[in-house]
Every structure is written in structure tokens, then in C-alpha cells.
Nanobody
Framework: QVRLVESGGGSVQAGGSLTLSCVASGYSYCMTWFRQAPGKEREGVAVIDKNGYTRYAESVKGRFTVSKDNAKITLQMNSLKPEDTAMYYC????????????????????WGQGTQVTVSS
């Protein structure tokens, strides 16, 4: 089973940047970042598959970038907005149909511990 250890996060003013990192021990086809704000459902933010293909939620396109370097998956977050405030989770996700990463929390096998991101206006 994959073990995930996250780091990064913190507090920043709107327009600022933060970087989240996740180190994975083990293999997962899809490595996905989710977030959950108070009172809201956990939602997929960005995913990178084993071939380096990436996909983003519409709300973060053009602002967030997911990348990987061996076992480390990084989420670079720029132009942050107050609505980006949430607990962010790294996840090992099973692909849909064998090769398609859909950012669904129902396909997640392993969650990281979560890291808080707070953006003030």
C-alpha cells in the first residue's frame, strides 16, 4: 500500500503563492490533489498520471501546476484566492477504465494526512 507524506501549506495573502509537496512510498497510477473547505465536499484539484499527463479543476486552471519528480509530487499554487482556502490532501487514486485519472474521491486508495492552506483577502 502506498504511504503519502505531505508538506508545505500555510497562510498567504490573496495573489500570493504556495507550494505543496507529497512524497509517495510505492506506486500509484494517478497521484491526485484534493481539497476540502469547511462545510463542503472534498473535490479534486489536480492530477498527474504515471505518464506525466495532467488534469485540473476549472477553478484552478492557469493558476495551479502539478508535477512529479520520482516519488515527489508537487502542487505549485499561484495567484491564490480566498476561495482556495481549504485542507489539501494528496491521494493515490485508481484510474478509471484502467488508464484515465478522473479526480474522484471514490477511486482513492490512500490519503495523505492533509495540510492547511489559508488565503486572506
Amino acid at each position: 500500500q502506498v504511504r503519502l507524506v505531505e508538506s508545505g501549506g500555510g497562510s498567504v495573502q490573496a495573489g500570493g503563492s504556495l507550494t505543496l509537496s507529497c512524497v509517495a512510498s510505492g506506486y500509484s497510477y494517478c497521484m491526485t490533489w484534493f481539497r476540502q473547505a469547511p462545510g463542503k465536499e472534498r473535490e479534486g484539484v489536480a492530477v498527474i498520471d504515471k505518464n506525466g499527463y495532467t488534469r485540473y479543476a476549472e477553478s484552478v486552471k492557469g493558476r495551479f501546476t502539478v508535477s512529479k519528480d520520482n516519488a515527489k509530487i508537487t502542487l505549485q499554487m499561484n495567484s491564490l484566492k480566498p476561495e482556495d482556502t481549504a485542507m489539501y490532501y494528496c491521494a493515490a487514486e485508481r484510474p478509471f477504465g484502467g488508464s484515465y485519472c478522473v479526480m474522484s474521491r471514490f477511486n482513492v486508495d490512500t490519503w495523505g494526512q492533509g495540510t492547511q492552506v489559508t488565503v486572506s483577502s
